[in-house]
């Protein structure tokens, strides 16, 4: 929840400038992991195929929000909305995505 509500806050911080999408989402990604991790008490993540495969999809999906946020953020309603949906889309993408049924959907295609 708390890296979904950074998400959603990024996009609003990123509305009136030139974002660079893709070394903003991998300083994202390196940040939530180690949230992630901080938060969960488990030590150094274990980089498997799994769980790269797992952080890439929200890579992109940070890539996505962010070029939506530069493009179309014209006003502070619809930078809002592309926050809010941002996070939120976060939150459950990655609640799915470190599940056992995201885990096995990830792993079924890895294989």
Do not use: H
């Amino acid at each position: 929840m708390l890296i979904a509500f950074i998400l959603g806050f990024w996009c609003i911080w990123s509305a009136n400038r030139d974002v660079n999408s893709l070394g903003e989402s991998l300083g994202f990604t390196l940040m939530a992991i180690v949230i992630k991790s901080l938060m969960e008490w488990s030590g150094v993540p274990n980089l498997d195929n799994l769980t790269m495969a797992q952080w890439g999809i929200l890579f992109v999906y940070v890539v996505v929000c962010l070029e939506l946020t530069d493009r179309f953020s014209s006003s502070m309603a619809l930078n809002m909305t592309i926050a809010v949906a941002s996070a939120l889309g976060y939150f459950f993408l990655g609640q799915y995505v470190f599940s056992a049924a995201g885990a096995a959907t990830v792993n079924g295609w890895l294989s």
